[in-house]
């Protein structure tokens, strides 16, 4: 057995002992517990929690190969998940913090006083929280099969008893502690191999200042090679889809119920902020370092691998064919590899990089610890959102009010268990590329809650019938733009799949306007309570005057 596996195997199997350790200590016990962490998380956890809840598979794996592919037209992800974070921290948590409720869903069905709300709100979380989950189990697949060398689908099997366990047994108490833990792995695992690689080609430690010197050499190889330039603009699609894609994930990211809930766990309005300030410090360390990770990677790529003789190619180039994500051919057959015969997927520059920068043993074992943290913490974080809708949302708000906080529980956890075992099930043949699934995770949270809640908390004119609406003709819009332009070939202005979000977007806002102004308005105590929702904590609006908590009124 080589020391490489020996290493990883170690390193993975210590990581899994934490997360299992820290859900055993700080399981849950009640049901706030279970669903809001029992509101105790200080700020800046949470913000690391938020993080690791954020930096998915797709984040971690996916990221820096996506740029390293696409170039400039990859900065759309990049632009558009940090940016989700500013609406987000701006837009809605504060304000969803304030309403004091557990969970989207029961957001929507109390502000719209309206149980049919209820349920569609959570069916269609259950939807976007499993499409999302699915690209999470089968990135675990990629990372357990290339560790163990076993088949990827047995990988991803590991992945979801693991899951199942450390999710029912802690709930969000247990997730959220065990995330922060998986944020300081999966940091670490991404930051010390691309301040290495800066190290190496550079000499500069710090890679966010020093891969701007690679930018012209790149410029001047891919004229040499004759490819197009991987900094000039809008390559690989259209600026429609740019700006679409963009505004999808964004506004997807301030739409997502397993992101949103976070906000909940902390203990003010105050704190739902600087929650969000934190989570945007520590996502943007990994997110300013993944274009250096492409530039680096594709750097060495085009010197040190591209112009060799086939028969000489690094020793890590093998283990990587062998698994079916990198490709080496020689068409021309000189015997010479050229960049155009290098087939690479982006889901394993991430992956392969300690390889190609001979970074040893430990720096490999640690950056597929980091991908299986990234992997985890979100599917856990996903599954909470999913067990929630059902077992708060459904059974206890709208099948069985009178049931007790022992059965609640039960049914939270065993939701959870049979939640992951499906979507792992699904995920041995999962239907896209990781970053594909999440995308449209997205387009369908962007489709549907986005309009929902940004109406909900900003428009006091907005009504039960308005958001029912809303959010099925969202939902329905995104899915057909989804089916028809992946399947059918069917784009308007070069918008493909992955930027479905902004029709769905679109007609919701329209038709919620339309069916709320055509229907009557919310009862006076519902136009109060959203009115209410835009002042801070210690203020309370009533009866159109503004009053401090402690009975004084506001001049």
Do not use: C
């Amino acid at each position: 057995m080589d020391t490489q596996f020996l290493v990883s195997l170690t390193i993975i199997l210590a990581t899994f002992a934490l997360y299992i350790g820290i859900a055993l200590y700080n399981k849950a016990k009640a049901t706030s517990d279970f669903y809001v962490a029992g509101r105790g998380v200080p700020p800046i956890f949470n913000g690391m929690a938020i993080g690791a809840d954020w930096m998915s598979a797709a984040s971690f794996i996916g990221m820096a190969g996506t740029i390293m592919l696409l170039g400039y037209d990859g900065l759309a992800y990049i632009m558009g998940w940090t940016g989700g974070y500013l609406l987000l921290t701006f837009l809605l948590a504060p304000q969803l913090r304030k309403y004091g409720r557990y969970t989207v869903p029961e957001f929507i069905g109390d502000r719209f006083d309206s149980h049919t709300a209820r349920v569609i709100a959570a069916v269609i979380t259950i939807i976007i929280s499993f499409t999302y989950s699915i690209g999470q189990l089968s990135g675990s697949g990629v990372v357990i099969g290339r560790l163990f060398e076993i088949d990827a689908k047995l990988g991803t099997m590991i992945g979801v008893v693991l899951i199942a366990f450390y999710a029912a047994f802690g709930g969000m108490k247990g997730i959220t502690w065990t995330q922060v833990a998986q944020y300081i792995i999966l940091i670490i695992a991404y930051l010390i191999p691309v301040i290495f690689m800066s190290l190496q080609i550079t000499g500069n430690p710090m890679p966010w200042l020093s891969y701007g010197e690679l930018v012209g050499k790149m410029g001047e190889l891919d004229r040499e090679l004759g490819i197009s330039e991987y900094f000039a603009p809008f390559t690989n699609g259209t600026k429609w889809q740019f700006l679409a894609l963009m505004f999808t994930l964004m506004a997807g990211t301030a739409g997502l119920p397993h992101v949103i809930v976070r906000f909940y766990t902390v203990s003010t309005m105050k704190a739902a902020r600087w929650s969000g300030a934190w989570a945007l410090l520590f996502i943007g360390l990994l997110y300013l370092s993944a274009p250096a990770y492409a530039a680096f990677s594709r750097f060495i790529l085009m010197t040190k691998v591209a112009g060799s003789k086939i028969s000489e190619l690094p020793e890590w180039t093998k283990t990587w064919v062998d698994t079916g994500k990198l490709q080496v051919a020689d068409g021309n057959g000189d015997g010479i590899l050229q960049w155009s015969e290098l087939v690479i997927s982006n889901d394993i520059v991430v992956m392969a990089t300690p390889e190609i920068a001979n970074l040893g043993v430990f720096v490999i074992g640690l950056v597929a610890a980091g991908a299986m943290a990234a992997a985890l913490s979100t599917a856990g974080g996903l599954m909470i959102a999913i067990s929630s809708s059902f077992a708060h949302d459904i059974y206890y708000r709208v099948l069985k009010p009178n049931s007790t906080e022992k059965k609640r529980l039960s049914v939270a956890r065993w939701s959870i268990v049979i939640a992951t075992l499906f979507a792992g099930l699904i995920a041995l043949n999962p239907p896209g590329a990781i970053t594909q699934i999440v995308a449209w995770a997205f387009a369908l949270a962007t489709g549907t809650f986005f309009p929902a809640l940004v109406l909900g908390v900003w428009w006091k004119r907005s009504n039960a019938k308005g958001v029912i609406a809303g959010l099925l003709v969202g939902l329905g819009v995104t899915l057909t733009y989804i089916f028809a332009a992946k399947y059918g070939g069917f784009t308007i202005l070069g918008i493909i799949d992955t930027g479905a979000g902004v029709f769905g977007a679109a007609a919701a806002f329209l038709t919620n306007i339309i069916v709320s102004l055509s229907t009557e308005a919310p009862s006076q105590k519902i136009q109060e309570e959203v009115i209410d929702l835009r002042y801070p904590e210690q203020m309370v609006y009533k009866n159109g005057e503004v009053w401090m908590n402690d009975g004084t009124k506001e001049l």
